[in-house]
């Protein structure tokens, strides 16, 4: 970044719109200089409406579904000579419909960004906030991480390893000075149902939460060093309690009445 700030660094991933932008402004809102990053131009405009907070902003257009974008993106903090107080890896994409049919590379791409680029970012952001003793890091799990996600199959996995991912390493990082917290939130309103080709479906045609709303209780959560939180509506807060206790074949079929192809015209 071009001047220097007294402020506290946070790094979004998957800015340029949905939870990641309104997570983004809810660092704003509280003060702190950003690094954001997105594979698409929209993360330029996101920066504008950013910095009408007041802080400092350095959009990063990536590729994070490449080992080379997540290692552009680490070079590009470090060289700005501050440390990340807080990371918030948020970017994720999903693939929909019935898995023998779906685009394979499709799915290998969701991996590369949903799992590969999470753990090698979290390698990277980790080691340095350990060795100062002090961070925090959010990532942005599902609800599907904790029930089988029928014609969601891969992504419901990748979102899956997320979590199991994340509580894991917080308990290894409890006495580091760094915490760990994860983001589940259900459907939410965003683009994601389009780009997963999900519009036909029961959860692509039903009402969603405001990933305003998801990004602040997001943001609480991180900040209160909370080590998970069900974001959204009441609805979600339920369906993830009963999926605590139900069996996987039951959980199975509760998740594919929402997401077949189809069910959204049922």
């Known amino acids: 970044m071009a001047q220097s700030s007294n402020r506290q660094q946070a790094l979004v991933t998957g800015a340029s719109s949905g939870i990641g932008l309104e997570l983004a402004k809810q660092f704003a809102q509280h003060d702190f200089d950003l690094v954001i990053a997105a594979e698409d131009p929209g ?14 902003v350095e959009p990063i257009q990536v590729d994070l579904a490449t080992g080379e974008g997540v290692d552009r993106l680490y070079r590009r903090i470090q060289e700005s000579g501050r440390p990340l107080d807080v990371a918030a890896i948020n970017a994720g994409v ?4 019935p898995f023998v049919d779906t685009d394979l590379e499709a799915e290998i791409k969701l991996i590369d960004l949903n799992v590969t680029s999470v753990v090698r970012l979290s390698k990277y952001i980790l080691r340095d906030m350990v060795s100062r003793g002090e961070g925090r890091v959010l990532y942005t799990s599902s609800i599907a991480a904790d029930l089988p996600a029928p014609f969601m199959a891969v992504y419901g996995a990748s979102k899956a390893f997320e979590l199991s991912f994340a509580e894991a390493v917080r308990n290894e990082l409890k006495d580091t000075g760094v915490t760990i917290t994860a983001l589940q ?3 939410t309103d965003t683009d994601f149902f389009e780009r997963a080709g999900l519009q036909d479906t029961k959860v692509g045609t039903s009402k969603k939460d405001d990933p305003a709303d998801v990004a602040r209780q997001g943001f609480e959560a991180l900040m209160a060093g909370k080590d998970h939180v069900v974001a959204g509506s009441l609805k979600n807060k339920v369906q993830d309690l009963v999926a605590q206790v139900m069996p996987e074949p039951a959980k ?3 998740h594919r009445r ?3 192809p189809g069910s959204g015209e049922r």
């Open 43 to 56: 993360i330029n405009r996101a920066a504008d409406t950013l910095r009408s907070h007041g802080v400092q």
């Open 94 to 97: 999903g693939v929909g419909g």
């Open 185 to 187: 939130p259900g459907p």
């Open 252 to 254: 199975a079929a509760m």
């Open 258 to 260: 929402q997401t077949e």
